[in-house]
């Protein structure tokens, strides 16, 4: 539970942690940035880290002169399909074994169920279109290992996903974070990205739990 409320504050609060890391640990934030985007996308178990909302801090800290806007964002882009390519890998070659439970927390087989609906739904496409919904976005490399996609063709598609999903949020932070209004309501701000980020999702099962009945 503390690890939960730990990751719900900085979420709420990123840009006052982000302000903290980067006041104590310069030149380091970059590191730990990418350290993030890589657990988020890389490692199948952290489904839940914050994506598009830290991107968007990112870019609005990037217009304060914080990071050099070009360096970061390709920095997290590196860790990004870093981070797929170890997904994938993980799921082609041990992804059957991992998960075994129903109601594990972290190896829930409804997440991946989810991502392999969605990678059913709309194909090799998925790699590009999941990089913008939580969870799925960590469980789609995942599935397209399970399902022996060529790394060429997954690799391909990895990266332009990589790239529209990094040099969206970041010019988007970058240009509108530090407006007067945004930067007031900073947290309702990250909530809404948060909100609609999850929305297709939502609106998928929704869609497919109709189609059930």
Same mark, same amino acid.
């Given at each position: 539970?503390?690890?939960?409320? &730990? ?15 980067? +006041?104590?640990?310069? =030149? ?10 890589? @657990?988020? &996308? ?10 598009? =909302? ?11 002169? =914080?990071?050099?806007?070009? +360096? ?12 797929? +390519? ?13 998960? +075994? ?19 059913? #739904?709309?194909? @090799? ?42 040099? =969206? ?17 900073? *947290? ?22 109709? *189609?059930? #009945?």
């Amino acid at each position: 539970m503390d690890l939960l409320h &730990t990751l719900f504050d900085f979420i709420l609060h990123i840009e006052v942690h982000l302000d903290y890391i980067i +006041t104590n640990y310069q =030149s380091w934030t970059y590191v730990f940035l990418f350290l993030i985007v890589f @657990t988020e &996308t890389g490692l199948v178990i952290f489904p839940f880290l914050p994506g598009d =909302s830290l991107l968007f801090a990112i870019g609005a800290f990037a217009a304060r002169g =914080s990071f050099d806007v070009v +360096t970061i964002g390709l920095t997290l882009l590196c860790a990004a399909i870093l981070g797929d +390519t170890t997904n994938y890998a993980v799921g082609k070659f041990i992804g059957h074994k991992l998960f +075994t439970k129903d109601d594990s927390f972290f190896l829930n087989k409804k997440h991946l169920k989810k991502a392999h609906d969605f990678y059913e #739904k709309h194909g @090799t496409k998925t790699i590009i279109l999941a990089r913008f919904i939580p969870i799925v976005r960590t469980f789609a490399p995942f599935v397209a290992g399970i399902g022996e996609m060529t790394y060429k063709k997954f690799i391909s598609f990895s990266l332009v996903g990589g790239i529209c999903w990094i040099f =969206s949020f970041i010019p988007l932070g970058y240009f509108f974070g530090n407006l007067p209004y945004v930067q007031r309501n900073f *947290k309702f701000v990250i909530l809404a990205i948060m909100v609609i980020s999850v929305i297709p999702a939502i609106v998928g099962f929704i869609n497919e739990r109709n *189609k059930s #009945k």
